[in-house]
């Protein structure tokens, strides 16, 4: 398979942020000796002006100029020109894999799903909604007229619910564990806010019973996956209780779901902080696993 990946992602100074940014370099290992790999691709190479079909032209200025303001200040990562570049990239990063979803049926991005940053603000661990952008270009471009996200992160998906949040075109799906960050939640199109030590059986069955109908119901043209593996029961930052090999299981709903329909679907990774790194490294891993499988049915 076709896997999208920059170098810059790892070299991102994050300052001693909790965000392991140094997984994705050890993900594109993992595949290729794996032999998953077929090529490795670039980003998309875009600039600041390119993100305002999402951001605000304010909150830009703010963010490529380093400006500490409350624009910028409402995320918790640091600021620094790595990390703008790395940002920046990884939302050409997402158009890349969206490219790829198209003509191939999966494209696989080792980065982004940077969903918590708003129009007009920072926020999480999140500058550049590169979900948002990814899909408002794919629509610009007369690519698509009708997308969905299905966001499996740990932590809704506030910012891209938000953005969308008067577009009919775009259906926004979120489960996560409701009694944590963020809040207040915004309202997505069809949020699952569950309990702290929600396990493998009970978040199957809710997912079961949502992505088919979304799916069916609303007929995406396109969906981008956000397969975070913070839900991961050993996660620092929750109390969801899943699995590795039930995280697999929400990947082969997901992926397989929209397989069966022809559904193209771009995948970006979102969080993962579990205490040892190479328990986030094979979710992710897993996930790639999961398309590749498909990827051969369509062949």
């Known amino acids: 398979m076709r896997v999208v990946y920059s170098e810059k992602y790892v070299t991102m100074d994050l300052e001693g942020h909790v965000f392991p940014n140094t997984k994705y370099k050890l993900i594109l290992e993992e595949l290729e000796k794996l032999g998953v790999v077929d090529e490795v691709l670039p980003p998309i190479e875009i600039s600041p002006q390119d993100l305002e079909i999402v951001h605000e032209r304010e909150y830009i200025d703010d963010f490529v100029n380093l400006r500490r303001t409350f624009r910028t200040l409402r995320s918790e990562m640091p600021l620094n020109k790595s990390i703008v570049e790395g940002f920046i990239l990884m939302a050409g990063g997402t158009l890349q894999a969206s490219y790829v979803a198209l003509e191939d049926g999966f494209g696989y991005h080792i980065g982004g799903g940077f969903h918590h940053a708003y129009e007009d603000h920072a926020e999480g661990f999140c500058y550049v909604n590169d979900i948002a952008f990814a899909i408002k270009k794919l629509k610009l471009e007369g690519k698509i007229k009708r997308a969905a996200v299905i966001d499996c ?78 839900p991961y029961r050993k996660d620092i930052l929750g109390d969801l209780m899943l699995s590795i090999e039930g995280l697999k299981e929400r990947d082969e709903i997901v992926l397989g779901e929209a397989h069966k329909r022809g559904i193209p679907v771009a995948i970006t990774l979102g969080g993962g902080y579990a205490p040892n790194l190479q328990d986030t490294v094979k979710i992710h891993v897993n996930t790639a696993l999961v398309a590749n499988e498909l990827l051969k049915n369509l062949a």
Do not use: C
């Open 153 to 230: 992160d740990l932590h809704q998906g506030n910012g891209t619910a938000h953005i969308f949040r008067n577009d009919p075109d775009v259906f926004t799906f979120s489960i996560h564990e409701d009694p944590i960050y963020p809040w207040p939640k915004e309202k997505s199109d069809w949020d699952i806010g569950l309990p702290a030590l929600t396990g493998d059986e009970e978040y199957m069955r809710r997912l079961r019973e949502a992505v088919p109908k979304i799916y069916d119901d609303f007929k995406p043209e396109f969906v981008i996956y956000q397969a975070g593996a913070d």
